[in-house]
T-cell receptor, first 115, second 109 residues
Framework: EAGVAQSPRYKIIEKRQSVAFWCNPISGHATLYWYQQILGQGPKLLIQFQNNGVVDDSQLPKDRFSAERLKGVDSTLKIQPAKLEDSAVYLC?????????????FGPGTRLLVL | DAKTTQPNSMESNEEEPVHLPCNHSTISGTDYIHWYRQLPSQGPEYVIHGLTSNVNNRMASLAIAEDRKSSTLILHRATLRDAAVYYCIPRETGNQFYFGTGTSLTVIP
C-alpha cells in the first residue's frame, strides 16, 4: 500500500514570497490533516479536512495560509506571503475517518526555510 | 483536550526493555490513548493505541493504569532503530491530536 506522498521535500524562499505544498493521501482515506512542526516542538494541527470539507482550521493563520482539497483527494497548502517564522516542516497526514481510535498516517514532510 | 506529561528524555541500553511513561490525569472517559514516534527527519509513525485494556502489537505493548490517568509504552527489546521522539496523545472524537514535546529516547549500543 502506497503511503502519504508530499512534494516538494525541501523549499527555500525569501520572506514575502509565496509557496505551495502538495499532498496525496492514502487511497480511500476520507480525512486529511496538515501539520506544522517547528524545530524542537511537536507537530501542530493547521487544518483538517473530511472529504473536501473543512472540519477544523482554528489554528490556521488565515491572513497568509490557505488550503484546499478539491475532489476530496489531493490537497494543497499555500503560504502567501511567507514570514521568517514560517520556517518549519509541513506534514500531511491521512486517516480512514475521524473517530478517536483512527490511526493517522504521515507523509515525510516538506522542510521550508524562509530567508 | 487532555494534557500530558512525559519525561523530556530517556536512555536505554540496546536489547533491554524500555518503559516510557505518560501522565494524562485530565483524560476523559472516551479518550483513546495513542502513541506515535518520530524518527529523525521523518514524519510521525503510529506505534499503538488503546482505550482501557492493555494492548500488544508487533512493535510494543501499552499498559494503561486502571484509573486511566497514566499509561506506559513498553518496548520489549530496544534496538538502535527505536531511537526517536515518542509522543503520548489522548484523543476524543471531534478533538485534534495534541502532540506536545514527547520523550526523546536514546538507545546506547
Amino acid at each position: 500500500e502506497a503511503g502519504v506522498a508530499q512534494s516538494p521535500r525541501y523549499k527555500i524562499i525569501e520572506k514575502r514570497q509565496s509557496v505551495a505544498f502538495w499532498c496525496n493521501p492514502i487511497s480511500g482515506h476520507a480525512t486529511l490533516y496538515w501539520y506544522q512542526q517547528i524545530l524542537g516542538q511537536g507537530p501542530k494541527l493547521l487544518i483538517q479536512f473530511q472529504n473536501n470539507g473543512v472540519v477544523d482550521d482554528s489554528q490556521l493563520p488565515k491572513d497568509r495560509f490557505s488550503a484546499e482539497r478539491l475532489k476530496g483527494v489531493d490537497s494543497t497548502l499555500k503560504i502567501q506571503p511567507a514570514k521568517l517564522e514560517d520556517s518549519a516542516v509541513y506534514l500531511c497526514a491521512s486517516s480512514l475517518a475521524q473517530g478517536a481510535w483512527e490511526t493517522q498516517y504521515f507523509g515525510p514532510g516538506t522542510r521550508l526555510l524562509v530567508l | 483536550d487532555a494534557k500530558t506529561t512525559q519525561p523530556n528524555s530517556m536512555e536505554s541500553n540496546e536489547e533491554e526493555p524500555v518503559h516510557l511513561p505518560c501522565n494524562h490525569s485530565t483524560i476523559s472517559g472516551t479518550d483513546y490513548i495513542h502513541w506515535y514516534r518520530q524518527l529523525p527527519s521523518q514524519g510521525p509513525e503510529y506505534v499503538i493505541h488503546g482505550l482501557t485494556s492493555n494492548v500488544n502489537n508487533r512493535m510494543a505493548s501499552l499498559a494503561i493504569a486502571e484509573d486511566r490517568k497514566s499509561s506506559t509504552l513498553i518496548l520489549h527489546r530496544a534496538t538502535l532503530r527505536d531511537a526517536a521522539v515518542y509522543y503520548c496523545i489522548p484523543r476524543e472524537t471531534g478533538n485534534q491530536f495534541y502532540f506536545g514535546t514527547g520523550t526523546s529516547l536514546t538507545v546506547i549500543p
